[in-house]
């Protein structure tokens, strides 16, 4: 490790030297930035040996967390500050005359993820790497992450994502480790000295290399992996090759490789495609194929020894899309190693814990059975005889209780449903938020409650506070740590030590620059990508995330439409100057998603270019939102909009990253935004809307009836018939779809019906601004609280009350 910065100084242009053949001044930005992550990841590979060694030899439990997506973001700041390097690089760049933040830039993100299940994926690994936990990512190679948004005319434009076109430094392939998943062809039972066997036939092989990633822990030794596989093969038909057929040759090459090809953009919007079944197999077999390998060499290969592995290896499923992690260990155990079927089980149960991370009905997973039994005929058969297995239970336990058992049954109407495939296979289960939690076991998954009553747990979402809050926001941290010292940055929950300074002028006129600071930084990126002015003085009202109608950015659209219509009609109105910004992508398939990015776009058309309104509203759709502009977004914002249906969205994570940069939040009572309203206090958050029991009242018994709702105000009725009476700038059926859900479809998301208290709020939030020193209490108190969201505390309580695994101090050499 650098000692100082001359230290830092000479090892760097030694390695651009040699690595390039070029000085620095020859060097570009790209080359500066190769030479410089390429030292920084010599560094890490002697504590990730190091870290591998250590767990090998002390032989502790380790966990491997599952999932299709690891929205990682930018890895080289993230992984200086948890080297502690920040500082004598980046003043050793400085004196180079190089910019630290300039050469940062030059990262592609790894965009392995759609949203929230992803961002979360990835603050996990962070955290277990701090806390020292032996934790693991096991996760897809995608070649192509999550699609570049443009916004053309309005309109959403997909582009292809390239992240690994000038290669990915972080990673490192390793070929000898790779293993062949098998797909399709038939599986036959046969008995084999005395044994029966699985014999699987004429399959299609697909090989999967891993890709390893380091997790560097925070100001520890620790250096934990996330293993990405990729599809690949050298494999040409060479029988078409040799009859001239160069083209069929590559296209089964090319079709071998298609499974980790790409990123499915879907976030709770479903699409049923083999791909991704395939995919979800890969991954999971792959995974669990070398896990099986490294325990056998580290804790021994007879049955008796794998009939233990719970012991020392816990599985964890990030939402179904792992699921298919059941049968496989099963066949693993069975077909491979030779346990029985009952010692398999009660292996296999022990080792996996599953997260629930959606309650809409729309997202929660099932295949056909056709399309399983074809592409996956050995675990249709496991799922199936587990399912025999388990309705036999529930017989005994419910006799003639037909429906609920068929409710319950794994495979029905001719589905795999992959969550109660989840729920049977583990040991836990878990909610991402107390309201979530608790709808889980009330509600979607009370049959299974009942059943397994201490199966189910809550586990609030966090995330990294080093990245949000210490990374994003380096004035925030630097003020924070002047005030109560650096102690938070390990403990955050420290920063309550900060309300103490809540009422404090002098504090709060810091904390103040410090926004207005974050605001012009925003503002000059605005200026910059979309050549339009924003006021830093005015409001910055944010609402980031996908594009999702649960999660209700017509609401707000509507709302800032209403605004303008009141303007409109008295310019003399005294209104706090607001900036409205947007942000998020919608699936490509998700129509109505794509319908409310235009309306937004066409608002923005109308608003921003009214003489009358002139400064004093704005709304901005920044095009492509991702991790990183999230970083720059999130320090910025005054106002956080987390205004989704109640009881739909899960917990939130984006709320938890605004709160920590002292946003105040308004927001329905839903997802972990109740937790939040409970340490901040309901005088540091505004909060309106119906609550997830009336929702669900509405849901079960009907009562709602939109048109009511929207006769009965004439505002409302206003700005709803303005999407469709000309006023707005679009052909004239542009916004039928959005209005067709409010009035046709009886508003599903109950917008209309939470119109007015939004409205309401709003006022109070503008109010509330007017009196700046109230502004800036409520803003330190929202930091001051929002130790309880950091991950590390989240990955503390899965490591201790789901995993039991504790932590390994790794020794520098
Ligand atoms: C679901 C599906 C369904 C099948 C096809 C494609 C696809 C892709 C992604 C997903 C994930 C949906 C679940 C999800 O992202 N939930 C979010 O999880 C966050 C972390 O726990 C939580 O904060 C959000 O509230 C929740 O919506």
Not at 365 to 380: F, G, I
Not at 401 to 413: K, P, S
Not at 531 to 556: E, G, M, P, W
Not at 648 to 655: D, L, W, Y
Request: hydrophobic residues 40%; contains cysteine.
């Amino acid at each position: 490790m650098f000692k100082s910065k001359e230290e830092f100084k000479t090892a760097y242009i030694e390695r651009l030297e040699t690595l390039f053949g070029q000085s620095l001044d020859e060097s570009s930005m790209a080359d500066k930035y190769v030479a410089f992550s390429a030292l920084i990841r010599q560094l890490i590979n002697k504590s990730w040996y190091q870290s591998n060694r250590q767990y090998r030899a002390t032989k502790e439990k380790q966990v491997y967390y599952f999932s299709m997506e690891f929205l990682l973001g930018r890895l080289l700041a993230s992984n200086l500050f948890n080297l502690g390097l920040t500082e004598i690089c980046g003043q050793g760049l400085k004196e180079l005359g190089i910019n630290l933040s300039e050469l940062e830039a030059v990262e592609q993100d790894a965009g392995l993820g759609n949203g929230g299940l992803g961002r979360l994926a990835a603050c996990f690994l962070d955290s277990m790497a701090a806390l020292q936990l032996p934790g693991h990512g096991c996760g897809i190679r995608y070649r192509h992450g999550m699609f570049e948004q443009k916004i053309v005319d309005g309109y959403q434009i997909e582009l292809p994502d390239n992240w690994l076109k000038d290669g990915y430094i972080w990673e490192m392939r390793k070929a000898d480790r790779a293993v062949t998943v098998k797909f399709g062809g038939q599986v036959r039972l046969a008995e084999q000295g005395g044994r029966l066997v699985a014999i699987h036939e004429n399959y299609e092989p697909v090989v999967a290399v891993p890709y390893d990633v380091p997790v560097v822990g925070a100001n520890c030794n620790t250096v934990n992996t996330l293993r990405l596989w990729s599809a690949e093969t050298n494999h040409f038909d060479l029988s078409s090759f040799s009859k001239g057929d160069f083209l069929k040759a590559v296209e089964q090459k090319y079709s071998l490789e298609a499974t980790s090809q790409i990123l499915y953009p879907d976030d709770n919007y479903p699409e049923g495609k083999t791909l991704r079944l395939k995919q979800q197999y890969f991954f999971v077999s792959a995974g669990l194929q070398s896990i099986v390998r490294r325990y056998k060499r580290t804790h021994g290969a007879t049955p008796a020894d794998l009939a233990k592995i719970h012991e020392k290896i816990a599985i964890h499923i990030n939402d179904t899309h792992p699921a298919l992690a059941i049968p496989e260990l099963m066949r693993i155990l069975m077909d491979e190693e030779g346990l029985g079927w009952d010692e398999a089980w009660n292996t296999t149960s022990k080792t996996i814990s599953y997260t629930n991370h959606t309650i809409l009905p729309e997202a929660l997973e099932k295949w056909p059975v056709d399309l399983v039994q074809a592409l996956l005929p050995r675990m249709y058969m496991i799922i199936h005889e587990i399912n025999e297995r388990f309705c036999a239970a529930l017989w005994q336990e419910y006799p003639g209780q037909w429906e609920r058992i068929r409710e319950m049954a794994i495979i029905g109407d001719c589905y795999v449903r992959m969550a109660n495939l989840a729920v049977v296979g583990s040991h836990s289960v878990n909610g991402v938020a107390a309201v979530h939690s608790e709808i889980l076991k009330k509600e979607v998954m009370s049959n299974f409650h009942q059943y397994f009553p201490h199966r189910f747990t809550n586990k609030t979402n966090g995330v990294t506070h080093r990245r949000w809050l210490a990374k994003a926001n380096p004035k925030l941290a630097s003020l924070i740590t002047e005030t109560i010292g650096p102690g938070w940055l390990a403990h955050p929950n420290e920063l309550a030590n900060l309300r103490r300074y809540a009422q404090d002028p002098a504090f709060q006129a810091s904390i103040k620059a410090v926004k207005q600071a974050n605001k012009a930084r925003l503002a000059a990126y605005i200026k910059n990508k979309m050549a339009i002015t924003v006021d830093v003085n005015s409001i910055f009202d944010v609402q980031v995330k996908r594009i999702h109608a649960y999660k209700r950015q017509t609401l707000n659209a509507l709302h800032i439409l209403d605004l303008y219509n009141r303007l409109k009609a008295d310019p003399a109105i005294d209104i706090e100057p607001r900036t409205f910004i947007f942000g998020g992508k919608a699936a490509t398939g998700y129509y109505l998603a794509k319908r409310i990015i235009k309306f937004i776009n066409t608002l923005a058309q109308v608003i921003n270019n009214d003489p009358v309104i002139g400064a004093r509203i704005k709304v901005i759709f920044l095009e492509n939102y991702s991790v990183s502009l999230a970083e720059l977004i999130m320090p910025a914002a005054d106002v956080s909009e987390q205004i989704s249906t109640a009881s739909r969205e899960a917990s939130g994570t984006g709320n938890m990253k605004f709160m920590m940069n002292g946003a105040v939040t308004i927001g329905t009572l839903d997802g972990a935004n109740i937790e939040i309203r409970d340490e901040v206090g309901d005088d540091n958050i505004v909060i309106f809307g119906l609550t997830a029991a009336e929702v669900l009242n509405y849901y079960k018994y009907g009562g709602y009836n939109a048109l009511e709702v929207y006769q009965g105000n004439p505002r409302l009725r206003l700005v709803v018939d303005q999407l469709m009476n000309g006023f707005l700038p679009a052909s004239p059926d542009e916004f039928h779809s959005i209005h067709h859900s409010l009035l046709r479809t009886n508003d599903e998301y109950f917008v209309l019906r939470d119109f007015a208290g939004y409205a309401a709020a709003q006022e109070k939030v503008a109010c509330l601004y007017r009196d700046q020193s109230r502004w800036q209490a409520m803003a330190v108190n929202n930091i001051a609280f929002s130790g309880r969201f950091a991950s590390d505390r989240t990955v503390a309580e899965y490591a201790i009350g789901i995993w039991g695994i504790k932590p390994v101090v790794i020794r520098e050499s």
